[in-house]
T-cell receptor, first 111, second 117 residues
Framework: QQQVKQSPQSLIVQKGGIPIINCAYE??????FPWYQQFPGKGPALLIA?????SEKKEGRFTISFNKSAKQFSLHIMDSQPGDSATYFC??????????FGTGTKLQVIP | DSGVTQTPKHLITATGQRVTLRCSPR?????VYWYQQSLDQGLQFLIQ???????AKGNILERFSAQQFPDLHSELNLSSLELGDSALYFC????????????????FGPGTRLTVL
């Protein structure tokens, strides 16, 4: 019930491509869906987050698409750059309950 | 820089030993979270403290314990260490003022890399 399934485990795209990372959840009570970006040797940092009352949110080149009925959400990175190479974690939580993280996607953007 | 500090940055110790990891949250943040990150396990939530009291518990072993002090800094104690405890340990903090029904953003520290030999 508390799991968040993330795919793919790793992803390689060319510069300018649009990598897409998908996450699925079971607990319909989740009401907060953040994405975190982690560079090697650093802690995760919040990238973008969405609430279940909207279907899409854009911040710069990053877009979250949210499908409440399918219990899925995804991260799209437009015009990807080598500097976007990092590990991306989706997460979900309800109220003040613990945040459940996905297993992470290691993204490599090739110049 | 998230504003969350963790010490030490690296820690190397032997099996059976006990270590203490320290975390200072962002100024004003009331909640502190501890996570373990190993290569094959991703980010595992260990425990959360809110204003000095334990609020939520995750996959924390009995050999591990934590506390949050009146000045809101937190310590994670790991005892009877095993090789499998080698990992990155992250602390995160959030404002958690109790005024919003939504979860606050968590701000992660740089982590402590623990190596158990």
């Amino acid at each position: 019930q508390q799991q968040v399934k993330q795919s793919p485990q790793s992803l390689i795209v060319q510069k300018g491509g649009i990598p897409i990372i998908n996450c699925a959840y079971e607990n319909t009570a989740f009401d907060y869906f953040p994405w975190y970006q982690q560079f090697p040797g650093k802690g995760p940092a919040l990238l973008i987050a969405i609430r279940p009352d909207v279907s899409e949110k854009k911040e710069g080149r990053f877009t979250i698409s949210f499908n409440k009925s399918a219990k899925q959400f995804s991260l799209h990175i437009m015009d990807s750059q080598p500097g976007d190479s990092a590990t991306y974690f989706c997460a979900a939580s309800k109220g003040y309950q613990k945040v459940t993280f996905g297993t992470g996607t290691k993204l490599q953007v090739i110049p | 820089d998230s504003g969350v500090t963790q010490t030490p940055k690296h820690l190397i110790t032997a099996t059976g030993q006990r270590v203490t990891l320290r975390c200072s949250p962002r100024s004003g943040d009331l909640s502190v979270y501890w996570y373990q990150q190993s290569l094959d396990q991703g980010l595992q939530f260990l425990i959360q403290y809110y204003n000095g009291e334990e609020r939520a518990k995750g996959n924390i072993l009995e050999r591990f314990s934590a506390q949050q002090f009146p000045d809101l800094h937190s310590e994670l104690n790991l005892s009877s260490l095993e090789l499998g405890d080698s990992a990155l340990y992250f602390c995160a903090s959030s404002p958690d003022k109790g005024t919003s029904r939504y979860t606050d953003t968590q701000y992660f520290g740089p982590g402590t890399r623990l190596t158990v030999l």
